[in-house]
């Protein structure tokens, strides 16, 4: 053999190293690594990391340490496969802005965190076909759970939602037929139009966003108009304004109200806080003083509420409990215990600065 074929052989051979070292080090741990180095098998190395019984502590702490000492990550695909459970769990809700179901959802999350589940999270923009599409989505991926907002969907989802056996919460209203954790929309509105009747306001006008196919928006008016007729009164039709979502909303819908030619009302309810906000700024704008020419409710106790000035009378949703029972409940559902249906979380009426009984003198235009 000549010099440089011995030449060519010793580069050959010092290649195949190199890349035999670097694929080395490269190579992500599997289970027969950690095995090896905690001496134990592999099926028990399995047993430790799904959480299996039958281990002795001594064992299962030389299996983590192996793990932990080489980096390794169990195949979470894989597992999940073997297991039929993903841990995870879809949640969509109709605004991702909207400060009550942030709130829901932030505790929801904890709550899933801790038993060991991920949120998959999106929204469907008060529309149901998009509902649809976006919860067919995750229930492809293969989600253990669903958490959706309010009680009416297509009935095509919840026929999958059923055929496949999934556990399903519905949030932030009550259900004749469906496990739900919510409260009366109802009666949490009459509660609030009540106490304005109760102050002496006779002519209360609402602002709320969709109605269509909503039902917190539309069940929340059938609450004010149910309280008016108990006492003889009715809802004009000229003070029932439908504005939409956001601050902005509500000023146009009061500047709307305002507009209409007759009595103006001497009290509002809206829909969401950010409505009421929205009215507020309108009625400073118009040069109405808030509560002495308009008593003004919003719904949900958002956190800047009680900084407005005036403070902000408001339903209080408690939608961090809400988030709370939901995951509660789902967990339960996913290991086959036994749950409640519906669970109820009253709300409540938060009394601020921003109503009063109306003055004696009503201003018409």
Known sequence: MSRDDKNENVGRERRKSRRSS?????????????????????????????????????????????????????NAAARALT????????????????????????????????????LLLTSAGYDLDIEMHEATLLLERGIDGLLLVGDIHREAL?????????????????????????????AAAAKATNFLLDLG????????????????????????????????????????????????????GLRHLLSQPGERPTAILCGTDQLAFGAM???????????????VIGFNDTDYAAFLSPGLTTVRVHAADIGRVASDHLISRISGRSTVRVNIIDAELIVRGSTAPPSNTRRAH
């Open 22 to 74: 670097t694929h080395e080090a490269t190579r992500f741990p599997v289970a027969r690594d950690v095995a090896a180095r905690a001496a134990v098998s592999t099926a028990t190395v399995s047993r430790v990391l799904n959480g299996a019984g039958g281990v002795s502590p001594a064992k299962r702490a030389a299996v983590l340490k192996a793990a932990a000492d080489l980096g390794f990550v169990a």
């Open 281 to 295: 700024i309108e009625a400073n704008a118009q040069g109405l003083r808030i509560p002495q020419d308009l008593s």
């Open 83 to 118: 297991r039929r459970r993903f841990e995870t769990v879809g949640a969509v809700i109709p605004n991702i802005e909207n400060d009550e179901f942030i709130r829901a959802i932030s505790a929801f999350q904890a709550g899933l965190r801790k038993a060991g589940y991920t």
């Open 201 to 252: 306001h006779r002519s209360i006008g609402v602002i709320t966003g969709t109605r269509q196919e909503n039902d917190r928006a539309g069940p929340r008016v059938r609450g004010l108009t149910e309280a008016l007729v108990a006492r003889g009164l009715a809802l004009r039709p000229e003070h029932d304004v439908v504005a939409g979502f956001g601050i902005s909303a509500g000023r146009d």
């Open 158 to 186: 919840l026929e999958r939602i059923r055929r496949q056996g999934l556990p399903m919460v519905q949030t932030f209203t009550l259900s004749n037929r469906e496990n739900c954790v919510g409260f009366d929309n109802i």
